[in-house]
Each structure stands twice: as C-alpha cells, then as structure tokens.
C-alpha cells in the first residue's frame, strides 16, 4: 500500500481515535481495470458515499491508480485533489451548492501501471456530518511532467458498510456539468470513510454491541 503526503494528516489523528466504518466497498473489485489517459485537467471523478450514521470524520481509504502513456510502462508519482462535499438534499452532485466538507491535495503516490492501489489520509478535527447524509468525493488527478493525467479506476459494488448509487460521475469544472462515466449494478470507487459517532449513534450502537453479547450466551 502506497501512502500520500498530506498536510492535514497529522491534525486529525486525534480523530480517528473511536472511529467506525460507514461506508466500505472496497472488499471487491469487480470490473477489471480502467484507465484514461490524457484525461481534462478540467474533470474531476465524482462517487456518493452514504454513510451508516453522521458524527466527526475521522479518516478517508480510497483507491486510485495509473493507466500509462508517456512515462510507463512502471511506476509514476501521482498527485490528487480531494475532496469531499454534503450533498444539499437532492441527490445530485453540484459544489457551487453542495457545502464543501474538505479538500487537499494527496502527493507523491507511487502508482504502478495498471495496478489499483489504495491510501488513506485523516481529517482535521470538527468536521461533522448529520444522520441520513450523502457525502460526494471528488477526486481530481494532477497532470505529471508531461502534461497527462494518467487516470486509473477500478469499480467495486461488495458494500459491507453504507452505500451508493449505481454511477461513477465526471464534473467538468468549465460547464459545470455532470455525467455518467461507469454505470454498472451498485458501482462505485473503492473508499472506506470512517467516522466518530455521535453521542445519540454512540448510544445506538452500544446497544448493538450489548444485544450481540447477549446473543452469544
């Protein structure tokens, strides 16, 4: 697994501490790989990601990888800008609307032509999120040397936590449109967001775990 440098990471360990999986699919690949190369530096790939319950955002495991072109066969370095967004009520992307949540930019990911690789990154303290909320992540590649983009995806669908729609979008920050870019059956990218519950679904949740014991004995 390959890490990114971000600036924030250490400012939200704190965070992690009690944290639990909301939303994971990355247990399951289940496209073969996709990659574009030469992608719009304008265009950014956009999955919903909707949580089990709201509370602190701890931290963020999300996949990312490198189809060729100049510069491969072999491993580049890639750059991310990430970001994440509240989805405003009506299930539709649009960040002149959504309210943003966070956005940084993850360096210096080794990628592997060809090959899905994952990082994680944590939050700054206080970012919450309520109840029944649909978080957008947006993840925008940075051209390399050369002037390409290099995008590489892999689609998963296996959710063991929250869930998503059944797209994979593009934003074009120039027309400031959305569309399809992978429609498949429960399609998504792979990422598992963590979150420290809040104290209404902290209690919830203890109450889980008691009924769970009480049903081993």
């Known amino acids: 697994m390959n890490h990114g440098v971000l600036a924030v990471t250490i ?17 399951n690949q289940t496209s073969a790989f996709q990659g574009i190369t030469n992608f719009d530096p304008n265009l950014s790939m956009v999955d919903d990601l909707r949580p089990d319950f709201g509370g602190e955002l701890a931290s963020l495991t999300f996949t990312y990888g490198y189809s060729g072109g100049f510069g491969g066969p072999g491993a580049i370095m890639l750059d991310i800008a990430v970001a994440l967004y509240l ?44 109840d029944g909320a649909t978080v957008w992540l947006s993840n925008a590649y940075q051209p390399d040397a050369f002037g390409f983009l290099n995008l590489g995806v892999g689609l998963y669908n296996d959710y063991t936590r929250g869930g998503s729609d059944s797209n994979v979008y593009i934003y074009d920050s120039d027309t400031g449109t959305v569309s399809a870019f992978f429609q498949f059956d429960g399609a998504g990218v792979g990422a ?9 679904a902290a209690a919830v949740l203890g109450l889980a775990g008691v009924a769970a014991l009480r049903r081993r004995r």
């Open 192 to 200: 598992v967001l963590r979150i420290v519950p809040t104290p209404s």
């Open 11 to 27: 400012a939200g360990l704190a965070a992690s501490a009690g944290a639990h999986v909301v939303h994971s699919n990355i247990s």
């Open 87 to 130: 989805d405003d009520g009506d299930g539709a992307y649009d960040p002149t609307v959504d309210a943003p949540l966070f956005s940084g930019l993850v360096s210096d990911l080794v990628a592997v032509q060809g090959q899905i690789h994952q990082t994680t990154i944590a939050f700054p303290s206080g970012i919450m999120i309520p």
